[in-house]
């Protein structure tokens, strides 16, 4: 179903709610000192001949802030308030998933509390998350992350997506060749057929089941089968890191003496410095 088409007041309200509460609450405060100062500024009382023009802009321009004093700031807090909504609920979804024990708890959830929660479990490993305010469920890349100064683009499969095909996956990576992300996740709280699988392999793409992203999200890094021989391969083909254990994607080194050279490193970077040559 297409998105309804918002006024420019809704639009800064969404745009607003997708900050930090606390930037709403501080644009508010600034838009009402800076309105209210022109909306008591004096207007000029005597009109000099052949600039009757400039005392009706003044007067209009007055007007104008007066009003905009009250419905900026409001229209602000209006984001504020969604913003600090919106923590609450991924916050308290976040919690009610990491206590279950298991994944079975991602079924009951909507395809919008479902992104919230993948957005929510990256935020807490040190992404910066920007929802992309999709049109509908599913509806190409649903999540954008960035951290250590790359990118990462994010799609996730609500639950009735059992098991996600090969074409989720194309599509994800196509767009990330478009965007020059640095990887990609694909998550779903269902499973991957085996030609998703395959194809993800070597393409900095990790797909992330409904076990994994339950792992994520409870605070398990890694199942502990990954952990058998330090040279063992993530189901994207990339190798774990020996440093932290965490996934590696493909890098290439900016300067020094292997300015050039491709290598795996650390998905963790700048917090985390493994490598392994590839």
Known sequence: MARRKQSPVEDLIEITGNLPWWVGVALALVAYVGLHSLAIREVTAVVPPGRMGDFVNQTMFRTLAGVGQYLLPAVFLAGAGLSAYGRYTRRTLHQTVAASPDHAALNDMSWKKFEALVGEAFRRKGYSVTAT?????????????????????????????????????????????????????????????????????????????????????????????????????????????????????????????????????CIRYPDCRGSRPL
């Open 133 to 265: 305010g999709g049109d509908g469920p599913d509806g190409g890349v649903d999540l954008i992350l960035k951290k250590g100064g790359e990118l990462f683009l994010v799609q996730c499969k609500q639950w009735r997506a059992i098991r996600v095909g090969v074409s989720i996956v194309r599509e994800l990576y196509g767009v990330m060749a478009a965007r020059g992300a640095a990887g990609g996740f694909v998550v779903t709280s269902g499973v991957f057929t085996d030609e998703a699988l395959a194809f993800a392999k070597g393409k900095n793409i990790e797909l992330m089941d409904g076990k994994a992203l339950h792992a994520l999200i409870s605070g398990v890094t890694a199942p502990p089968r990954f952990f058998r021989d330090p040279l063992s391969i993530t189901t994207n083909g990339a190798p774990f890191c020996p440093e932290c254990q965490s996934r590696m994607v493909k890098r290439k080194a900016k300067r020094g003496s292997r300015a050039g050279q491709v290598f795996w490193g």
